[in-house]
């Protein structure tokens, strides 16, 4: 099962809008179909520990196996898996694509059961990686409404240190205070922001900033 968008669980289609996920990789309706209750999959260990790593895992209620150690896997309570539409065991392979966009493939063993699929994790999913991002990838860069994409803009320094303090919440007198510079010359560069990334407000100009890594976590 494949979506290249996991903000809409949009179901990949063919130029005839047939669906990928039946057609081509062999799902049934009766498995589809709980995850078109978009409000429910949402709620999905699978999506929600998609989000937060960008490395494949194997997950079942036993834990989430990864190449890595990521503290925010831990976070996820495992017991969902028996009432979010999802099975039992899978291997998932988040695809974290450029402008924020966040896709997924899973797979998993015939029937949807709680079959082990460690020893398979292990051996493939080197080889399994590789075809995944670049299908999914290639499906969004022939797909994706541009749009609504924001324009390359290059920020000054004190525009992104405006922007990001804005990010956090801080008001433009805040912000002032922290930069030590007037409340205005902060204004006049977070105005200066929007304009460069083609946003319409201070909030549309952080997304967009995010959207292009000038905004990030925190060290």
Same mark, same amino acid.
């Given at each position: 099962?494949?979506?290249?968008?996991?903000?809409? &669980?949009?179901?990949? #289609?063919?130029?005839?809008? !047939?669906? $990928?996920?039946?057609?081509?990789?062999?799902?049934?309706?009766?498995?589809?179909?709980?995850?078109?209750?978009?409000?429910?999959?949402?709620?999905?260990? &699978?999506?929600? =520990?998609?989000?937060? %790593?960008?490395?494949?895992?194997?997950?079942?209620?036993?834990?989430?196996?990864?190449?890595?150690? /990521?503290?925010?896997?831990? !976070?996820? /309570?495992? &017991?969902?898996?028996?009432?979010?539409?999802?099975?039992?065991?899978?291997?998932?392979?988040?695809?974290?694509?450029? $402008?924020?966009?966040?896709?997924?493939?899973?797979?998993?063993?015939?029937?949807?059961?709680?079959?082990?699929?460690?020893?398979?994790?292990?051996?493939?999913?080197?080889? &399994?990686?590789?075809?995944?991002? !670049?299908?999914?990838?290639?499906?969004?860069?022939?797909?994706?409404?541009?749009?609504?994409?924001?324009?390359?803009?290059? $920020?000054? %320094?004190?525009?992104?240190?405006?922007?990001?303090?804005?990010?956090?919440?801080? %008001?433009?007198?805040?912000?002032?205070?922290?930069?030590?510079?007037?409340?205005?010359?902060?204004?006049?560069?977070?105005?200066?922001?929007?304009?460069?990334?083609? =946003? #319409?407000?201070?909030?549309?100009?952080?997304?967009?900033?995010? !959207?292009?890594?000038?905004?990030?976590?925190?060290?």
């Amino acid at each position: 099962m494949v979506w290249p968008d996991l903000s809409t &669980l949009s179901e990949p #289609v063919d130029a005839d809008g !047939q669906p $990928l996920n039946a057609e081509v990789f062999g799902w049934a309706e009766d498995e589809l179909s709980p995850w078109r209750n978009v409000d429910k999959a949402l709620r999905s260990p &699978l999506l929600r =520990a998609a989000r937060v %790593t960008s490395e494949p895992f194997c997950i079942s209620r036993r834990g989430i196996r990864s190449r890595t150690v /990521n503290r925010l896997l831990n !976070q996820i /309570n495992l &017991l969902d898996l028996e009432h979010a539409p999802a099975p039992q065991s899978a291997i998932v392979f988040p695809v974290h694509m450029p $402008l924020g966009q966040i896709g997924a493939a899973i797979l998993t063993a015939p029937g949807g059961g709680e079959a082990d699929l460690s020893a398979l994790f292990r051996t493939s999913v080197d080889r &399994l990686a590789a075809p995944v991002w !670049q299908f999914v990838t290639g499906y969004v860069s022939v797909t994706r409404d541009e749009r609504y994409l924001p324009t390359e803009g290059l $920020l000054t %320094t004190r525009e992104i240190e405006c922007l990001s303090w804005v990010a956090h919440g801080k %008001t433009d007198y805040e912000i002032s205070i922290i930069l030590g510079c007037s409340h205005a010359g902060v204004r006049y560069h977070v105005g200066r922001a929007c304009a460069k990334l083609g =946003a #319409v407000n201070r909030a549309q100009s952080v997304f967009r900033a995010a !959207q292009l890594g000038y905004i990030g976590v925190p060290l």
